[in-house]
T-cell receptor, first 114, second 114 residues
């Protein structure tokens, strides 16, 4: 079955450390997204990519970085500049330019500070 | 700019009772609207979507939603709640700028009492 795989499921970050969250999809989708979820705040867009080797900042990109070297993969790095990284991170993908089609989500990574 | 408002962050119903989760949107263009469900520590799963076809949309697990343009609403209903419906529900509208950005409401947590 096609889907989105996020790893790890739980991640702990030490002060001053960068950590990378993995997102892989086998749905053959061009567009991929990273969201941050905090209690009571819904989902907020961090970065998105519509095509390989191209990505754009979302609403809360500060302290995060991404790459899109392969269609299937869209890793997110939470840098030490992100002072409040504790959250649930969700990766999604969709068909590019078919905005009537839904985004498909992975099962998330929960990041906490040690 | 598009936005979504979900009225009521927590809704509690008895098992077998009607479920009504409210969603109002603002959009300068005909919207694409989505309802997602999220179980604890999981990703989002699509319940249903409105894409300008029928105004009454049927989804999975017995849920349905009605698009009312005059009221700018897309409320989610289910005639009879089941214990397994307890989860968080998100309404979302597709950003109209051809970026594929979804704008999410704050979410509504549904509690089902036995």
């Amino acid at each position: 079955d096609g889907g989105i795989t996020q790893s790890p499921k739980y991640l702990f970050r030490k002060e001053g450390q960068n950590v990378t969250l993995s997102c892989e999809q086998n749905l053959n989708h061009d567009a991929m997204y990273w969201y941050r979820q905090d209690p009571g705040q819904g989902l907020r867009l961090i970065y998105y990519s519509q095509i390989v080797n191209d990505f754009q900042k979302g609403d809360i990109a500060e302290g995060y970085s991404v790459s899109r070297e392969k269609k299937e993969s869209f890793p997110l790095t939470v840098t030490s500049a992100q002072k409040n990284p504790t959250a649930f991170y969700l990766c999604a993908s969709s068909i590019f330019n078919r905005w009537d089609q839904p985004q498909h989500f992975g099962d998330g990574t929960r990041l906490s500070i040690l | 700019a598009q936005s979504v408002t979900q009225l009521g962050s927590h809704v509690s119903v008895s098992e077998g009772a009607l479920v009504l989760l409210r969603c109002n949107y603002s959009s300068s263009v005909p919207p694409y609207l989505f309802w997602y469900v999220q179980y604890p520590n999981q990703g989002l799963q699509l319940l249903l979507k409105y894409t300008s076809a029928a105004t009454l949309v049927k989804g999975i697990n017995g849920f349905e939603a009605e698009f009312k343009k005059s009221e700018t609403s897309f409320h989610l209903t289910k005639p009879s709640a089941h214990m397994s419906d307890a989860a968080e529900y998100f309404c979302a509208v597709m950003n109209g700028s051809n970026t594929g950005k979804l704008i999410f409401g704050q979410g509504t947590t549904l509690q089902v009492k036995p």
